[in-house]
């Protein structure tokens, strides 16, 4: 068995780990051959989905017990809303002014990103601060680690690069690694249930492999896609 909580999490759910690794969009991304079209929807959405992933910290800070609980609620929720809402802005606006084209990003929140953010609602209202952080923890950890394992000095395209070297920054794997430290922390705070925070985990890494294929397929709602074929 291996030491860690968070180690136990990720080895439990290794198939879906590793399956983001390898995932279509990802293996573009690095060659920098991903049509922008795709980045520039995953763009949208995820300004979609970043509001509701703040709101399940500032569900989890409200429900918070203590001041450290408190605090680390509020430092994810800072970051996510002072730095990687605005990294993505920026991101959005090269890709367009590189002309990418418009495939109705902005339309509705896609299926599968529904799905995403109504789960991470879900577990934060229904679940305590270790709950909640296990919830949150595959999108910022598969991100850094998928990041940091790209060749960047492969890789020209502006953009692309520029989405690289955010994630694969010594500054994101010290956010990634504060988080796990808290998991461990809350864990070490009081009894909890591993197959609960597993099942969490793993539903959490299928939703991250989701929301990449609904990148790269321009996934959108049956009557969205009627309406913009019929146009």
Request: aromatic share 12%; proline share 4%; hydrophobic share 45%.
């Given at each position: 068995?291996?030491?860690?909580?968070?180690?136990?999490?990720?080895?439990?759910?290794?198939?879906?780990?590793?399956?983001?690794?390898?995932?279509?969009?990802?293996?573009?991304?690095?060659?920098?051959?991903?049509?922008?079209?795709?980045?520039?929807?995953?763009?949208?959405?995820?300004?979609?989905?970043?509001?509701?992933?703040?709101?399940?910290?500032?569900?989890?800070?409200?429900?918070?017990?203590?001041?450290?609980?408190?605090?680390?609620?509020?430092?994810?929720?800072?970051?996510?809303?002072?730095?990687?809402?605005?990294?993505?802005?920026?991101?959005?606006?090269?890709?367009?002014?590189?002309?990418?084209?418009?495939?109705?990003?902005?339309?509705?929140?896609?299926?599968?990103?529904?799905?995403?953010?109504?789960?991470l609602l879900a577990a934060a209202f229904r679940g305590g601060p270790l709950e909640v952080m296990t919830a949150i923890m595959p999108c910022?950890?598969?991100?850094?680690?998928?990041?940091?394992?790209?060749?960047?000095?492969?890789?020209?395209?502006?953009?692309?690069?520029?989405?690289?070297?955010?994630?694969?920054?010594?500054?994101?794997?010290?956010?990634?690694?504060?988080?796990?430290?808290?998991?461990?922390?809350?864990?070490?705070?009081?009894?909890?249930?591993?197959?609960?925070?597993?099942?969490?985990?793993?539903?959490?890494?299928?939703?991250?492999?989701?929301?990449?294929?609904?990148?790269?397929?321009?996934?959108?709602?049956?009557?969205?896609?009627?309406?913009?074929?019929?146009?």
């Amino acid at each position: 068995m291996t030491d860690s909580l968070c180690d136990r999490l990720r080895a439990g759910c290794l198939p879906v780990w590793e399956s983001l690794h390898q995932h279509p969009f990802l293996l573009e991304l690095a060659a920098g051959t991903l049509p922008g079209e795709k980045f520039r929807f995953y763009v949208e959405q995820n300004l979609m989905y970043l509001p509701e992933y703040s709101r399940a910290l500032a569900l989890g800070a409200a429900n918070s017990r203590d001041s450290d609980e408190l605090s680390a609620f509020t430092a994810s929720l800072r970051n996510i809303v002072e730095t990687e809402i605005p990294e993505n802005e920026a991101r959005l606006g090269e890709i367009i002014e590189l002309g990418a084209e418009d495939r109705g990003g902005t339309l509705a929140m896609a299926p599968a990103n529904l799905a995403y953010t109504s789960y991470l609602l879900a577990a934060a209202f229904r679940g305590g601060p270790l709950e909640v952080m296990t919830a949150i923890m595959p999108c910022a950890w598969s991100y850094g680690e998928i990041a940091a394992g790209l060749d960047l000095d492969a890789n020209d395209h502006p953009v692309y690069r520029s989405w690289i070297a955010f994630f694969a920054s010594d500054e994101y794997a010290e956010i990634v690694d504060g988080l796990k430290a808290k998991i461990e922390s809350f864990a070490a705070a009081g009894r909890f249930d591993e197959g609960l925070l597993l099942e969490t985990f793993r539903n959490g890494a299928r939703l991250e492999l989701g929301f990449w294929e609904m990148a790269y397929t321009f996934e959108q709602w049956p009557d969205l896609t009627l309406e913009a074929s019929v146009a």
